[in-house]
């Protein structure tokens, strides 16, 4: 038996007992007399003991030539500690070694395995399974595994069950590229894995299945983001015989269940905005409301004077920073540079001071009067002592830049707690959306969201103006799921992939399989998913993902450690009918 207890267990009540523990060596002090070894395992570290009085000679040379990170496997008495440590469970007690054995050596590791590392990422990422043995990273994976394990709770609670469904597929289309993998069998032929299981788990509501969830891998070849995964985890969720309410109500009860039992901290019910509110509020469809600075749209009242800068804008819109008044001349050249960035792309700001006694100093003076100016305050629901940023320009522009002006002063005076949570749904998406590199129109969630029923007829007379039955859930301003209700019959499914784009031919060589199943007594159904990798990370309170995975791709969507992707053999390449470059 390699232990009889864990290196996290014992404490004063186990006094006099013999015991066996096995670990790694953390750290080990040698006095002369006395040579202590701290002893790790998952679950914590135990202090053993080899004092030159009460330890046999060759044990006390053996402790001597433990280096860190061996592999030992202790036996001895628990004994109380001369000087206790009261930081860790196992403070009060120490192990006086009676037999040691070197169950296995170790390297010196290439960086330090304490909480705060002397390595760097690239360093941690190629030693992984070294950064795992450092608590702040087994602690996120422990942490994981509690969400993951809330989640399959409260769900099966609800009645849903969890089905599996396969990886070598054929493309679903969520708007990015497919990963494919080369058939043996079936030469020139691929697979693709799934960028989610959306086809799945509309089948299974077609077979009845009523409530399904996974927690489950996608694949996306997408241009990496920082802290994106070319692979990660969706808690993938559909319902039979729902409308978009009882989608909401049922996932809104799962957001609180997991924001109950992991963070303690109880929600009044999630505020719901439509995409457009979300889009004029905040220039955002995945506003963080832990802050207010809210947009104010200065078209009526900033319009046709005679700045001309504004009347040739679309869009005229402002921000009030909270206590922003106090701003040297100098911070504000600095933030007008920062939205200047070719990141952000405005082309300049104006902004007003609003004084302490009412009065208002602007960057547009010349142009404006102190009425005109209390206006905008007023639109802005400034107050005094604050600064109003204002940007000006095409709509769609000028709100992502307002937007991440907006996230950037949150940022920097500390509104955006980490503590806190302020869940929210957006709903009434559009349908379709234009994209300038086609010229045409794609599915803004993917295509087999059902339109509003009563807008369908506007397909065809204006197609940008239909909205879905779909919805985001967002958290601190992360979109932390997303779904819709489906279409479920032939005809609209049809149409949809005709608005699209594709000719007949080939909604049915990609979807026929889907389009037949809808003939086959279809219930009405509808889903979400939900980003399981994001999610735990601002549960965990933090803004990367990458921590929270155990083993991360970096952000060329490379695995250092074994250092995937990686060539393949000729013969390989010959059994698959493949050539290379
Ligand atoms: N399949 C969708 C996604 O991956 C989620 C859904 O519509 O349920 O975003």
Known sequence: MYRTHHCGELNASHINQTVTLSGWVHKSRDKGFVAWVDLRDRYGITQLVFDADRTDKNLMESARGLGREFVIQVTGTVIERASKNPNIPTGEIEILATALTVLNTAKVPPFTIEDETDGGEELRMKYRYLDLRRNPVKNKLIFRHKVVQEVRNYLSSKEFIEVETPYLIKSTPEGARDFVVPSRMNEGQFYALPQSPQTFKQLLMVGGMDKYFQIVKCFRDEDLRADRQPEFTQIDCEMAFVEQEDILNAFEGLTRHLLKTIKGVEVDAFPRISYDEAMRTYGNDKPDIRFGMKFGELNAIAQHKDFNVFNKAA???????????????????????????????????????????GSYKSSVDKFYDQDDLAKWAKATNAKAGDLICVLSGKTNEVRAQLSALRMELAGRLNLRNPKEFAPLWVTDFPLLEWDEDTQSYHAMHHPFTAPKSEQISLLNSDPAAVKADAYDLVLNGNEIGGGSIRIHDKTTQALMFRHLGFTEEESKSQFGF???????????????????????AILGGQETIRDFIAFPKNNSGRDVMIDAPAPIDKAQLDELGLKTK
Do not use: T
């Open 315 to 357: 869009l005229v819109v402002g921000i009030a920073v909270p206590g922003g008044n106090k701003y040297s001349r100098k911070d504000i050249d600095k933030l007008i540079d920062w939205v200047k960035r070719p990141q952000i792309g405005a082309l300049g700001m104006v902004y007003v001071r609003c004084n302490e006694d």
């Open 514 to 536: 889907l389009m037949n199943a809808f003939e086959y007594g279809a219930p009405p159904h509808g889903g979400i998913a939900f980003g399981l990798d994001r999610l735990v």
